[in-house]
């Protein structure tokens, strides 16, 4: 079983930037696809971006596409969400997730993961 663990989240100003790392233990990060979702208050968990089990193909909402990037370090076994010209609208609760799918799908959906970790908070605000 794996074990999935968020960080690097914190308060940062509009336009200001932040790296969230997904470690994972007890099976290799690249033994599946991995996920970000992000969750604000009152509002349904939604997906962010995804790289395949690959590592060749990535997916990203469109609220976030030319502003983040998902990648990962096989050696640190940990995934990586660089987040840039960050806005208000983007603070939420950020879970990285892992899916045992195929080896170029990236699912969307969060019935499209197995596990999850318990999140980091972002808050963008002046």
């Known amino acids: 079983q794996v074990q999935l663990v968020e960080s690097g989240g914190g308060l940062v100003q509009p336009g200001g930037s932040l790296r969230l790392s997904c470690a994972a233990s007890g099976q290799p990060v690249a033994s599946g696809a991995v996920g970000w979702f992000r969750q604000a208050p009152g509002k349904e968990r939604e997906f962010v971006a995804g790289?395949?089990?690959?590592?060749?193909?990535?997916n990203y909402a469109d609220s976030v596409k030319g502003r983040f990037t998902i990648s990962r370090d096989i050696a640190r076994n940990t995934v990586y969400l660089q987040m840039n010209s960050l806005k208000p609208e983007d603070t939420a609760i950020y879970y990285c997730a892992i899916s045992y799918s195929g080896r170029f799908y990236v699912p969307t959906t969060t019935l499209g993961y197995d596990y999850w970790g318990q999140g980091t908070q972002v808050t963008v605000s002046s």
């Open positions: 790289l395949s089990r690959s590592g060749g193909a990535t």
